[in-house]
């Protein structure tokens, strides 16, 4: 009986030996890589790391070179955005089916966390979370490059080639467009177009214009000549794409991208509320101070 009793205890001991150890924390990492600008020194690596919140070492690394980030970028996004170097940085996390985009940034200047998530859409990465972030400012164009390593190098899958380059299209067009009517309002003028691309590739250039002017009035935005050349030619660029399933993902981006505009609304009116407080107090005072004088 006890020495059936000590290989049974045995048997169990072995068994759990084998069993991985906080197999949540493994499947996480798994489906987690981070991507690094090959220009950065060692402690500008480390100071990205911090940002991400990730002890280096937890996650896979790869390494992303300027010869690469050019490869996809080249006649796409200025040579002056491009640089000479390699320095956005990326993390990236797959998540369950139906958790949508989660993205922030930190040292990225011109692109948007909202930008990124309409680009990320077109190129067919949904369900993540992302962090774009550099050890100092940078305009961020060339973190898409990182990002679609490591979703290939995590899923093993190749990524379209063509969406690839309309999502970077897309990023640098609504990027400018920010700059003159906001990264809300430029965001949601590109997506919304992007719901009705069957029906603008049946249309004459013409009429895609007539339709850009459209939508735009729906958000009071008034836009140039060549920025409505520029939304003809995203739109032409995304014919290539299918129509229906980039209408799927768009359509659970802009739900989260509606969420995040009620959060500003919200943060915003609340700091109107602080300063109309602090005014008023400061109102308060002035006036008890003239009646003591």
């Known amino acids: 009986m006890k020495n ?15 069993a991985p150890l906080g197999g949540g924390a493994s499947a996480s990492i798994d489906k987690a890589r981070t991507v690094i600008g ?7 690596i480390a100071s990205v790391y911090q940002l991400f919140g990730v002890q280096r070492g937890s996650v896979a690394e790869l390494r992303m070179t300027n010869e690469e980030e050019r490869s996809i970028l080249n006649g796409y996004v200025d040579e002056s955005i491009i640089g000479t170097r390699s320095i956005s ?11 949508g985009l989660d993205v922030t940034t930190s040292n990225i ?4 966390p909202e ?11 949904t369900d993540a979370k992302l962090i774009v972030a550099a050890p100092f400012a940078v305009s961020g164009t060339a973190a898409l490059t990182g990002v679609y390593k490591a979703y290939e190098n995590i899923t093993g899958e190749k990524l379209d080639d063509l969406a690839k380059l309309v999502s970077t299209q897309e990023l640098t067009i609504t990027g400018e467009l920010a700059e003159e009517i906001g990264d809300m309002d430029s965001t949601s003028i590109v997506n919304d177009l992007k719901l009705i691309l069957n029906e603008t590739r049946h249309m004459t250039d013409a009429e895609i214009r007539a339709q850009i002017v459209a939508i735009a009035g729906e958000y009071s935005v008034t836009l ?3 920025q ?3 939304l003809i030619t995203l739109c032409r660029s995304l014919e290539g794409l299918d129509g229906e399933a980039l209408k799927s993902r768009v359509e659970q981006v802009q739900s989260t991208l509606k969420k995040v505009s009620e959060a500003k609304t919200r943060v915003v009116g609340f700091v109107q509320t602080v300063k109309k407080v602090v005014e008023s107090v400061k109102s308060f005072f002035e006036r008890i101070g003239k009646l003591l004088k």
């Open 4 to 18: 059936r009793l000590k290989r049974a205890l045995a048997l169990l001991l072995a068994l759990c030996c084998l």
């Open 38 to 44: 090959g220009d950065l020194t060692e402690e500008e």
């Open 89 to 99: 940085c990326v993390y990236l996390e797959l998540l369950e089916e139906g958790a």
């Open 109 to 112: 200047s011109w692109c948007t």
């Open 115 to 125: 930008m990124y998530m309409s680009a990320l859409a077109t190129a067919g990465v």
């Open 224 to 226: 140039t000549d060549k």
């Open 228 to 230: 409505l050349d520029q």
